[in-house]
């Protein structure tokens, strides 16, 4: 029996100053997917949708966030 898994990395934890450069770094160490926060979804939706797409990369999991941390602004 074979056993198959995805790979994935939290975008917070690549290297990188934006989350294009994260996912492409992501994409480069080999992982097969990342783990979106739920934060970027709610503060940048779009640049998030647009990031991921041009990464290639499908999202295995959206990590959770508390009202407060998706609106505060620090």
């Known amino acids: 029996m074979t056993l198959q898994f995805t790979l ?3 975008e917070q934890l690549a ?3 934006t989350l294009a450069e994260r996912l492409g770094n992501i994409k480069h160490y080999g992982f097969d997917a990342v783990e979106v ?3 970027s979804l709610i503060r940048q939706p779009d640049e998030t949708r647009l ?3 041009n990464a290639g990369l499908p999202v295995s999991t959206i990590c959770a966030c508390s009202a407060e941390a998706a609106t ?3």
Do not use: P
Request: contains cysteine; charged residues 15%; hydrophobic residues 35%.
């Open 8 to 10: 994935a990395c939290q």
């Open 15 to 17: 290297a990188g100053s």
């Open 37 to 39: 926060m739920g934060t």
């Open 51 to 53: 990031a991921l797409r």
């Open 72 to 74: 505060r602004t620090n």
